[in-house]
């Protein structure tokens, strides 16, 4: 996903780049009649707002089909582990750190004292899950660990001087 | 169809007020850059200050850019809104006082009680220092913040008295009347346009921000006066993101009045642009739910809400002021000094930035994203490149000698250095997102995390030393700064 993302990113910045860079060259010659310009002009403005309404409605539409908010509607692999998981400064209390492969995780984050943000790191040390954690609340993450060993789950809410010690590890073994 | 008068000559000068604001804000973002160096140098290993003064200086360093976001463009809003409506110079300048209240109170929050909460002071942080602050300290801090949150909300009021006494109400201010029904072409000028929507949404967002913080200084002598997390981090999400977005929509004024100068093109309050401004009011003080895409606990509606409004904020920022700068230039035969070059790349730069930031606010990416240094990637972008560029625009504009005056090699070299240091230091923060490096943290734990940090480090080093030849230039310029003459060199035709 990140990897798609930082792709994506750099092509669409190109291209406001060329858009910026080719005005830039082409700002001499003067043309007296702005009349003429403008009519060129809004005529591309009108197709570059509905091509960018176009797609990114559709990305709109493709994105909000499926929220992390919500476990899967795909209930095979079985119930799901429930695991308790509270932030304090600075450390996670979990009630449970290890759990079977490929078997769904419900994941029940809060904190004791403030803010703080669960992130799930695979053995690669790639975020791949997160939610914050709050006092008075409890967010829920419905991951499948799908690799074998050791994941950590890092603090990402800046919550004080230990903050970026708070890490914990998680083992994810075979059934 | 409206167009702004575009070659008043002579131009004027900036009030001592203005220079005054002007010069505060340098200083502030000099001193605050020096503190962004500090942290990337952390990170890239290159030096050890230790994670309470990392803490301590990141705090400062985001509430630090804030204030002198707000500063500057309150000054580039104020010298050219003043064009067209009378503004109260008293009330500009208790704002700044209030400023500097705000700031020495501040710095002894962090120097003196050592407080690191961050510029968010997410509640209940302030309250559990856990012994690194002292107890006074998140007092100092909110109490600095709630004075510069007073100073600019009394500013806004005035801007607010100003247009409504000169176009009746803010609704007319906004072109309304041009939008909804037969353009006439009176709307009110981009200036007045922007300035109203700025005032607006700074109101609503001030008003926001002053009520938490009250409420937390409350909390922090009665305890027994809790506050609802989710709600104070809601609050503080309106109030912080409003206003520092606001900024660039202050700036921006300065590239519709001066390009239009430069080029002698109209920048036009047609339809199209009303349409932008009315829904980027509404959109600027809505927005902020997509950083709270990770609190789940919010109602699902707001936080698809917070990705929609992501989504569709690109577009007046795309489609009209990005374009309409490029329309602008075009065959315009601009004589390019380096008033124009900044403005016209300020204008790539908020373009280029609402990239990764409104992908970042697609729910599913955030899950994998949030929170990492992508975050600062966006916005070192539309803020660096976007907004710190519209304010080295114009100074240049402000100080140029005369209409013809050449720029030396020493100043282009240094526009190009702080153009490709900006983007390669902002690309360093977005490549770190990728990596999934955390954001804020004073320790970057994984050797394959540095590389990036240093090279970070690197670009920072060439920002500040081309940020230092715009500074003493502006400064070595100030005389004529204050002066009433043409400044704009002329359109060359064919």
């Not at chain 2, 093109?265 to 600027?284: G, Y």
């Not at chain 2, 374009?323 to 004589?335: D, E, T």
């Not at chain 2, 043409?486 to 060359?492: E, F, N």
Request: net charge neutral; aromatic share 14%.
């Amino acid at each position: 996903m990140q990897q798609m993302v930082w792709y994506v990113s750099l092509v669409l910045m190109a291209l406001v780049m060329f858009g910026f860079g080719f005005a830039a060259i082409n700002s001499g010659n003067r043309v007296e009649d702005y009349s003429s310009i403008i009519k060129r002009a809004y005529r591309l403005r009108t197709m570059l707002f509905w091509v960018l309404v176009l797609a990114l409605g559709a990305e709109t539409i493709n994105t909000l089909r499926t929220l992390p908010y919500y476990a899967p509607r795909d209930q095979s692999a079985g119930a799901a582990q429930l695991i308790e998981a509270k932030g304090y400064q600075w450390r996670w209390e979990l009630s449970l750190d290890h759990v079977a492969k490929n078997q769904p995780v419900e994941l029940r984050v809060t904190s004791a004292d403030v803010n703080h943000g669960l992130g799930i790191y695979d053995p690669d040390m790639h975020l791949v899950a997160q939610t914050q954690a709050m006092p008075g609340y409890t967010n829920v993450i419905n991951y499948t660990f799908n690799k074998e060993g050791t994941y950590k789950f890092l603090c990402l809410e800046y919550c004080g001087l230990a903050h970026h010690a708070m890490i914990t590890e998680f083992k994810v073994g075979t059934p | 169809m409206a167009s702004y008068p575009n070659t008043p000559i002579p131009d004027k000068g900036a009030k001592v007020s203005v220079l005054t604001y002007l010069i505060t804000a340098i200083y502030v973002l000099l001193l605050m850059m020096i503190f962004g160096l500090l942290l990337r140098l952390e990170h890239a290993q290159y030096f050890s200050m230790g994670e309470a003064w990392f803490y301590k200086i990141m705090t400062l360093h985001g509430v630090g850019m804030v204030g002198m976001a707000g500063i500057a463009g309150a000054a580039i809003m104020w010298h050219f809104l003043r064009e067209y409506v009378d503004l109260s110079e008293g009330i500009f300048a208790i704002n700044w006082a209030l400023f500097l209240a705000g700031v020495i109170l501040i710095l002894g929050s962090v120097f003196f009680g050592n407080f690191a909460g961050a510029w968010t002071f997410l509640y209940p942080l302030p309250s559990h220092p856990m012994g690194t602050w002292f107890g006074g300290a998140s007092p100092l801090f909110l109490g600095g913040l709630l004075l510069i949150s007073i100073g600019f909300f009394l500013l806004y009021l005035d801007t607010a008295r100003a247009i409504i006494a000169r176009y009746g109400n803010l609704a007319r201010a906004l072109g309304w009347p041009q939008l909804f029904g037969p353009d006439d072409g009176k709307a009110p000028p981009p200036t007045v346009v922007a300035s109203t929507m700025v005032t607006i949404v700074n109101l609503a967002a001030l008003l926001m921000g002053t009520s938490i913080l009250t409420m937390m200084l409350v909390n922090l002598f009665a305890p027994s006066f809790a506050i609802d997390p989710l709600l104070a981090k809601g609050m503080i999400y309106m109030f912080g993101h409003t206003f520092i977005n606001s900024t660039i929509y202050m700036a921006v004024i300065a590239v519709y009045e001066i390009l239009p100068r430069y080029t002698q093109r109209p920048w036009k309050s047609n339809k199209v642009f009303l349409a932008s401004w009315t829904a980027a009011t509404v959109m600027v003080m809505s927005v902020f739910p997509h950083h709270l895409l990770m609190d789940y606990a919010y109602p699902k509606w707001v936080l698809v809400l917070g990705q929609v409004l992501s989504y569709t904020s690109t577009l007046p920022i795309i489609v009209v002021t990005g374009f309409g700068a490029m329309m602008i230039v075009y065959r315009s035969g601009i004589r390019w000094d380096m008033c124009t070059r900044f403005l016209f790349v300020s204008l790539f730069g908020w373009s280029a930035g609402v990239i990764p930031a409104f992908i970042d606010g697609t729910i599913s990416i955030n899950y994998v994203m949030h929170n990492t240094l992508w975050v600062p990637g966006h916005f070192h972008i539309y803020l660096m490149l976007g907004m710190v560029s519209m304010l080295f625009g114009f100074m240049y504009y402000l100080g140029k000698p005369h209409q013809d005056a050449q720029d030396s090699c020493l100043d282009v070299a240094a526009f190009w250095g702080f153009t490709v240091g900006t983007i390669g230091f902002a690309l360093s923060f977005l490549y770190g997102g990728k990596e999934s490096v955390p954001r804020r943290w004073a320790v970057h734990i994984m050797p394959e995390w540095l590389p990036a940090d240093r090279i970070a480090s690197a670009f920072t080093v060439l920002i500040i030393a081309c940020v230092l030849v715009f500074i003493v230039r502006f400064i070595i310029r100030m005389g004529p700064s204050g002066r009433d003459y043409t400044r704009a060199s002329i359109a060359v035709a064919a």
